[in-house]
């Protein structure tokens, strides 16, 4: 079976670092995926992760243990745009043709 | 700027209606996917379409028909849809769908969907 597990809520201060959290159950990895997705709008691409460690972009940086079956995204110096969902998505090649498997999203909330 | 455009962005349609939506793809990529995406709920995959052939139907109901004409277009064909089919659906495309690091998949805006 597939299982994605985030946060559904957070909350966090403009200028303050958040890490949103995933962990996940499948039956075959082959890579990571964040999204963010603001409200009414299209997801839009931000991290890949396949191998353990972190992958850092501007504020952005994801981490990866496939060993324990977790991820997460950190974001820096939080800017009010930042609030928006963010998709962890796994690459199962065990399940199938499906190409990813999607968990449920974070909804972000930065406040002043 | 995602180079995967939408039509239309909204759509409000009874039970007996029949419409279509549409995607668009400028990226030069040979896969193409439909999502449903509801509230509280993971984006479900519905269909994939590589170099304009299906790959993939994730058991979705027939009122859904896709059709992919070439590389850069996809439609997605509705009718007689029920009030539960009310929600986002996004396409998405990307360079290839075997699973290589490249694959990575670009969404357009989506179309929100309401069946009344």
């Known amino acids: 079976g597939q299982n994605i597990d985030q946060p559904t809520e957070m909350t966090a201060t403009e200028g303050a670092i958040v890490q949103i959290n995933c962990t996940y159950q499948?039956?075959?990895?082959?890579?990571l995926f964040w999204y963010q997705q603001h409200a009414g709008e299209a997801p839009t691409f931000l991290s890949y992760?396949?191998?353990?460690g972190l992958e850092e972009k501007g504020r952005f940086s994801s981490f990866l243990s496939r060993s324990k079956g977790y991820s997460y995204l950190l974001l820096k110096e939080l800017q009010m745009k930042d609030s928006a969902s963010y998709l962890c998505?796994?690459?199962?090649?065990?399940?199938?043709?499906?190409?990813?498997?999607f968990g449920k999203g974070t909804r972000l909330s930065v406040i002043a | 700027e995602t180079g995967v455009t939408q039509t239309p962005r909204h759509l409000v349609m009874g039970m007996t209606n029949k419409k279509s939506l549409k995607c668009e793809q400028h990226?030069?990529?040979?896969?193409m996917y439909w999502y449903k995406q509801s509230a509280k709920k993971p984006l479900e995959l519905m269909f994939v379409y590589s170099l304009e052939e299906r790959v993939e139907n994730n058991s979705v109901p027939s009122r859904f028909s896709p059709e992919c004409p070439n590389s850069s277009h996809l439609f997605l064909h509705l009718h007689t849809l029920q009030p539960e089919d009310s929600a986002l659906y996004l396409c998405a495309s990307s360079q290839g769908w075997t699973g290589s690091s490249t694959d990575t998949q670009y969404f357009g805006p989506g179309t929100r969907l309401t069946v009344l």
């Open positions: 499948t039956s075959g990895f082959n890579g």
């Open positions: 998505a796994v690459r199962d090649p065990d399940s199938g043709n499906t190409p990813l498997v």
């Open positions: 990226l030069g990529h040979n896969a």
């Open positions: 992760n396949v191998l353990d």
